[in-house]
């Protein structure tokens, strides 16, 4: 009976390790298998002497952009301080997602041209 208080931990150390791993696995899985649909499609059209589409390969990027994801971090690297802070525990650790925001930001503003000579 002694033995059967340690089933729980164990199971929830087991399963709290594995459930990322397991994530990870299947992103890259289902990644891998669009890649491989990606290439049996573009082999099938050359087969049939049809022309390949380079979109095909070069996929097509969200509609997301470096200011979008420095505005997000940003955010959350503010609510993350706030919500430490008032835990009492160390609030520095919200400093790591604001910054890369800022980063983001940076970015965004480097690369749009709108940055001092550019």
Do not use: N
């Not at 070069?58 to 505005?71: A, E, I, M, Q």
Request: proline share 6%.
């Amino acid at each position: 009976m002694d033995s059967v208080k340690y089933v729980i931990p164990i199971v929830a150390i087991i399963f709290g390790t594995a459930m990322p791993i397991v994530f990870a696995a299947l992103v890259l899985w289902y990644q891998l298998r669009k890649t491989q649909r990606i290439h049996d499609l573009a082999l099938r059209l050359a087969e049939r002497g049809q022309p390949v589409p380079a979109e095909l390969f070069t996929g097509s990027r969200g509609p997301y952009s470096d200011l979008r994801r420095g505005l997000v971090l940003i955010g959350l690297g503010i609510g993350l301080s706030i919500c430490l802070a008032q835990i009492e525990v160390p609030w520095a650790f919200g400093l790591i997602p604001l910054f890369m925001g800022i980063g983001y930001l940076l970015v965004w503003k480097l690369e749009s041209g709108t940055a001092g000579g550019a």
